[in-house]
Each structure stands twice: as structure tokens, then as C-alpha cells.
């Protein structure tokens, strides 16, 4: 089966490499949208338009995987209206997976703003995270860091904060960062860092089977 991997740099290399890893008996295709990176400071209608224009090589493939959340929680919706027949599966913060697993009903999420702001993650928000404390530090220029090979630069004060004051739960709401999830297991070696490769992984599988 071939396997689409869209992303705007870093992460959907990160994400290809696990897949592929997952799931070695599937061909995979990537397509990096760095002339227009990072997404995560555009408005929705930018997002939207961008990242139709980003998956045009990749739709004659079985599945197009969305590897970055701030496509796949502003877009989505509309890629799926337009191309109906093609199986869009996308990465979004586990708004629903850190609530089930938090003790401290204190988490920390990982996010550019465009997602944050998203109606995607309000939604999620409001069905499964009421009464859940949820710290999101400013993570602005980190996309944009990690492109240019500087993300052992990036401060994790905001982060150190949220943790001391509680949170247990770390959601890694951007691929990108998963180039830091060695540093924060180091860091904060208490806290359950998440994401969400394995269950797209599952999902790819469930399609195929």
C-alpha cells in the first residue's frame, strides 16, 4: 500500500521514520511544504489553502497521512469535503488519551497557536477535558528552530513551570517536537510524554486490513 506523508519540515520526516519502522511493508511518499513553513502562525484560510496545494503529489496514493496537527485541525475537514475518496488520517493533540491517563488532572500541551485556537481543539476540549487544568506554553518559534537544526536552543522554562506546578502529562501537539521528546523525558523524567504515531500507525493498518 502507498502511504502519503504530508508535513511543513522536520516532523514529517520524524513521522515517516517511525512509520516506516511500524509498518515497514508499505512503500511511503512524503511531500515538505518548507517554502511555506511553519503553518503555525497562519490563519485558517492560509492553512487550508496551503496544505490542499501541498498534498496534490500524494493523491493517487492508499492514504495520506496529515503529519502536523496544525493542518489536520484547520484543514482536514475540508480536504475530506473535496476529495471524498481519498482516506485522509490526520495527527491532533490526545486531548482524550492525556485525560484518561492524567492523575493530577494537570497537563501540559505542546502546540502551535494555530492550533491552539483551532474549533478542532476547543471541540476536543469540551467533550473530554472538563475540569482539566491545561497549561499551553508559548511554543512560537520552536517549529521554525527545530527546521533550522537549533532545538537543543529551545527553552523549556514555560514547560519546567507547568510541570512544578503539577502537571503530569506532556502532549507533544506538534510534529516537530518530537525531536524534543528525549530532551523532555530527561527533563521530566515524571511526566508521560505523548503522541500519537502509534495509533496512526494502527489506524493505517485497520484501513488496510
Known amino acids: 500500500m502507498k502511504i502519503g506523508i504530508f508535513d511543513t519540515g522536520t516532523g514529517g520526516k520524524l513521522v515517516a521514520k517511525r512509520l516506516k519502522k511500524l509498518l515497514p511493508q508499505h512503500s511511503y511518499i512524503t511531500a515538505i511544504d518548507r517554502e511555506h513553513a511553519p503553518y503555525g502562525n497562519r490563519s485558517p484560510e492560509e492553512i ?27 484543514a482536514i475537514g475540508s480536504l475530506r469535503q473535496r476529495y471524498p475518496d481519498v482516506c485522509f488520517i490526520g495527527f491532533e493533540p490526545m486531548i482524550k488519551s492525556a485525560v484518561i491517563l492524567t492523575k493530577s488532572h ?15 481543539l476547543r471541540a476536543l476540549i469540551s467533550e473530554y477535558a472538563a475540569g482539566i ?17 537549533l532545538t537543543d536552543d529551545i527553552a523549556l522554562g514555560e514547560v519546567a513551570t507547568s510541570v512544578a506546578h503539577g502537571s503530569d502529562i506532556i502532549i507533544l501537539g506538534c510534529t516537530h517536537y518530537l525531536a524534543l521528546e528525549k530532551r523532555l523525558s530527561h527533563q521530566f523524567p515524571h511526566c508521560l510524554i505523548i503522541e500519537p504515531t502509534v495509533n496512526i500507525a494502527k489506524r493505517i493498518s485497520d484501513f488496510a486490513n
Open 133 to 149: 487544568h491545561i497549561d499551553t506554553p508559548d511554543t512560537r518559534t520552536w517549529a521554525r528552530m527545530i527546521d533550522q537544526g
Open 106 to 120: 494537570h497537563i501540559t500541551m505542546l502546540a502551535t497557536n494555530a492550533t491552539k485556537h483551532s474549533q478542532r
Open 48 to 74: 487550508i489553502t496551503l496544505t490542499d496545494a501541498a498534498i496534490q503529489p500524494l493523491l493517487s496514493c492508499d492514504i495520506i497521512v496529515i503529519a502536523c496537527n496544525t493542518a489536520t485541525t484547520n
